[in-house]
């Protein structure tokens, strides 16, 4: 059995395992519409709890509480 978050996750054939070891793997990350702040990402900054995380700087969910 497969495990869940390994580093093939979301590649279910050999194929696309291919294709992402090949020509994506080595390359950043560039998402246009994330909530995330690229530095706290860069720096894998660690949160206290899951609130922190959850809430922390995103005003789309501060908006919609």
Known sequence: MKNFLDK???LDTETAV???ENAVEGLPIFDFHCHLDPQE???NKSYENITQ???GGDH???RTM
């Open 8 to 10: 093939d996750f979301l």
């Open 18 to 20: 291919r294709l992402y």
């Open 41 to 43: 990402v860069w720096e």
């Open 53 to 55: 995380l959850w809430l």
């Open 60 to 62: 789309y969910k501060w």
